[in-house]
């Protein structure tokens, strides 16, 4: 049987490391609701769908039939969340009904994957595990929170094959600058440069993240696709909680020249969860995955993007 796989979000941050790992075993169908970028318009079969437009959707599907799918679009702001709520909820909530209800229709033995987030989850200090309380603080991750409870309905009354992820923070090449490291990876090469007077404006430095390099995060959801049991949540997670300070730390020892750090207000939010790690045990008993990349070299990988990318 022919494998026929589709990436949303495809242009999007996860998804775009998504079609260049998934390119290598085979063919790619690549959904985005713009042009694809330069870079990667060879590794795949690139369809400009909206899947707000739930007749679009429904088409492209039903002439896909795709084997298994990767669903990556949606809204991935946090912060931007508290400014425009209707936008989380019509790209993640909406949007993933309509491919849901598309992959319904066509009754191809789908198999798709669900990248939520580890948002939900109600603040631990400790490793959380995917039996933590719910408790989403953010209408984004109120959204997320919505998104895999349509995954969970569609396996219950639809008889799809859904697997879902509660990822937690990954950064690395392309990642926008509406979140906090590549923002300082950003700000840093542009210093280089001399473009930017030496200052590097900082929200909260004090928040402790879990931080995954993105190829180690589409490792894990390429492997819950072919391992994960349906119906079940996984933690993608390196288990290891860093402080945004030490981000900032390991970027400024890596910059080429001397920086200063000013606090921004326009940075900080209106509810910031103090600590968010993972435990990803789930997942390794499932697939064996672990991350490969370490902290250095994802900071050091992301600084070198932002680099070429202001040249």
């Not at 798709?112 to 953010?138: K, R």
């Amino acid at each position: 049987m022919n494998e026929r796989v589709l990436v949303t979000g495809a242009s999007g941050f996860a998804g775009s490391h998504l079609v260049e790992l998934l390119a290598a075993r085979g063919p790619v169908y690549a959904w985005s609701r713009s042009a694809p970028p330069k870079d990667f318009a060879h590794l795949a079969t690139w369809q400009r769908v909206d899947l707000l437009d739930r007749a679009a959707v429904r088409e492209a599907i039903a002439d896909i039939r795709p084997t298994s799918v990767f669903h990556c679009a949606g809204s991935p702001h946090v912060a931007q969340s508290w400014h425009d709520t209707a936008t989380p909820f019509s790209s993640n909530v909406i949007a993933t009904h309509h491919l849901l209800e598309a992959l319904g229709a066509a009754d191809c033995g789908t198999r798709v994957l669900i990248s939520g987030s580890a948002t939900i989850y109600a603040p631990s200090p400790v490793p959380i595990d995917e039996a933590h309380a719910i408790a989403p603080a953010s209408p984004y991750a109120l959204s997320k929170l919505a998104q895999e409870q349509l995954g969970i309905r569609a396996i219950a009354e639809d008889g799809l094959d859904v697997v879902l992820t509660r990822s937690f923070n990954h950064t690395g090449p392309r990642q926008t600058t509406a979140f906090a490291a590549p923002s300082m990876a950003r700000q840093i090469a542009l210093i280089e440069r001399g473009a930017i007077e030496p200052v590097i404006k900082v929200g909260n430095l004090d928040a402790r993240r879990d931080f995954t390099d993105v190829r180690d995060v589409v490792r894990a959801y390429v492997q819950l696709v072919e391992r994960g049991k349906t119906g079940a949540v996984y933690n993608v997670a390196s288990g290891v909680a860093h402080t945004i300070r030490s981000v900032l730390d390991g970027l400024i020892e890596l910059s080429r020249v001397d920086v200063r750090v000013e606090p921004d207000p326009g940075r900080l939010r209106p509810h910031d969860i103090p600590v968010l790690v993972g435990n990803a045990g789930r997942l390794r008993a499932a697939t064996g995955w672990t991350p490969e990349l370490t902290f250095e070299q994802m900071l050091a990988d992301l600084l070198g993007y932002w680099r070429k990318a202001v040249v």
